[in-house]
């Protein structure tokens, strides 16, 4: 008798590999997953001790105070929120409800990882548009389009690259698809993108039926622990994923910290300041080195090395040593870059010296 086989496709799937906790050294300085390095608002972690005493109960189902949190902060419909464990979670939901064997799930050429992984584990194709100068292409996405699309995923800010989309490409690129196809902003980094021309897309969200936008408490508030991401939907599309999502899919310590920690708009201001003027502070200090750093809207930025003796590889194992943990980016196509999230203070300088002598040597 032979042993139980998965569905087509599941064994091909390349594992996502997360970013390193370890060096090997007493003290490490942990730039590997895009963490919030300033920790969650004083007040998410006053909120979840406070749910100590009701273990024992299963969480609100509908998440509703935090939904209504959310809803009051960024102004949107409550009604048309829905949280997950993880904006990755909203991912799976998405392409589980929406794409199978036979249909194809878009995204562009540096695209978050996961968006193949979730369409390859739901038995669906993955197809890559290529970027240009590492942005997202919005001719070359359309191109690819075929009758077999069902989702595209775009991060807008995008990580690795930290490039992004104007909310004027945004609508272009709705215009130019099948209303059939839903588009789906992944705005993981949103907060921290400060160009007047950047949208998060919520406004695309309510002008039509088929438009998504993701969001996560992961990054600027801190809470990667909990594993909390919300989502903004057209009616239809909120009601199908209402249908197939856990039905306690959200701890009950995850909503209230998430609804204090998104409540706290000071605090996620102080973050916002804090990590842009520090990216601003090492994309300059590795420039100065040689090393090319495009423009980030995230709290990281992307390290291109120049080769040689210096490839990403070599800056890799050089900053391991010193307990400074990066990011390769090998699978996601740019094996001569790593990507660096930006820490607090003393770890930023930390990570600047490294570098500088990296590079001198
Ligand atoms: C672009 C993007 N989307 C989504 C996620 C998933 O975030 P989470 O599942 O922690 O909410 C990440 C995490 O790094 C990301 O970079």
Redesign the pocket.
């Known amino acids: 008798m032979s042993l139980p086989q998965p569905k087509p496709g599941i064994l091909s799937i390349e594992k996502y590999v997360v970013g390193k906790s370890k060096a090997g050294t007493k003290k490490i300085i942990k730039l590997s ?2 963490e919030n390095a300033f920790g969650p608002s004083p007040l998410a972690i006053k909120a979840l001790s406070e749910c100590a005493g009701r273990l024992n109960r299963y969480p609100d189902s509908g998440a509703s105070e935090l939904r209504k949190a959310i809803a009051e902060v960024y102004k949107l419909d409550a009604d048309r929120i829905i949280c997950g ?5 909203l ?1 799976g939901l998405l392409v589980h409800a929406y794409a199978g064997e036979g249909d194809e799930v878009l995204y562009s050429q540096h ?2 990882l ?1 968006y193949k992984i979730y369409t390859q584990g739901a038995g669906a194709t993955p197809v890559a548009a290529a970027e240009k100068n590492l942005t997202a292409d919005v001719d070359a996405l359309l191109a690819k389009v075929t009758p077999k699309t069902r989702l595209l995923f775009l ?1 807008n800010p ?2 690795p690259t930290g490039s992004y989309l104007s909310g004027a490409e945004l609508k272009r690129l709705r215009s130019g698809l099948r209303k059939d196809i839903i588009l789906v902003v ?1 705005g ?2 949103a907060e921290y993108a400060d160009k007047v021309d950047y949208s998060s897309g919520n406004e695309l969200v309510d002008a039509t039926h088929n438009t998504v936008m ?1 969001r ?4 600027i508030y801190g809470l ?1 622990a909990l ?3 919300w989502g903004y939907f057209p009616e239809g599309i909120a009601d199908v994923l209402n249908r197939i999502r856990g039905p306690f899919n959200v701890s009950a310590i995850a909503q209230a910290a998430g609804a204090a920690a998104v409540r706290d708009t000071e605090y996620t201001a102080y973050v916002r300041a804090e990590t842009n003027k520090w990216r601003g502070w090492v994309t300059q200090e590795l420039q100065s080195t040689g090393i090319h750093v495009p423009p980030s809207l995230g709290n990281f930025i992307l390290a291109g090395f120049p080769g040689g003796k210096k490839t990403a590889a070599a800056a890799n194992q050089f900053l391991t040593e010193r307990g400074i943990i990066t990011r390769e980016m090998g699978e996601y196509g740019l094996p001569d870059c790593l990507r660096i999230t930006i820490g607090i203070e003393e770890e930023n300088r930390a990570l600047a010296a490294a570098l500088k002598e990296f590079m001198a040597q």
Do not use: P, V
């Open positions: 997953s895009n464990a993880g904006s990755d979670e991912i695209g978050f996961m991060a995008n990580s992944d993981a980094y993701l996560t408490f992961s990054k990667s594993r909390l991401g």
